[in-house]
């Protein structure tokens, strides 16, 4: 959630051009994370859940790409909080995802 705050607020200097392009598009994948988690663990089983944090893995990814399209466009300065954040989301996915695929 801290991240889908933070991208928010990141986007919000981007240029007037943006806002249907890479705004949108950034703003998206990065609701889409908490969203799928959300959405798996309300799910009536764990195959369901685990489908979804691939899911929400995927826009963690899809988020990553595009924070670092943006910093080549020079559209956000510091990419290093952003990546730090991303790559622990993905590493905290990955660590419930095996965990919940060896129960």
Do not use: H
Request: hydrophobic share 40%; no cysteine; glycine share 6%.
């Amino acid at each position: 959630m801290d991240l889908v705050v933070s991208v928010y607020e990141a986007v919000k200097t981007f240029p007037k051009e943006e806002l249907y392009g890479l705004t949108s598009q950034m703003k998206r994948s990065a609701v889409s994370i908490p969203s799928n988690i959300a959405e798996g663990a309300g799910r009536q089983s764990q195959t369901e859940f685990i489908r979804f944090l691939y899911i929400a893995l995927g826009s963690a990814s899809e988020l990553e790409t595009q924070l670092e399209i943006a910093f080549r466009l020079g559209f956000i300065g510091d990419l290093i909080q952003f990546q730090k954040n991303i790559n622990y989301i993905k590493s905290m996915l990955s660590r419930l995802i095996k965990s919940l695929k060896e129960k």
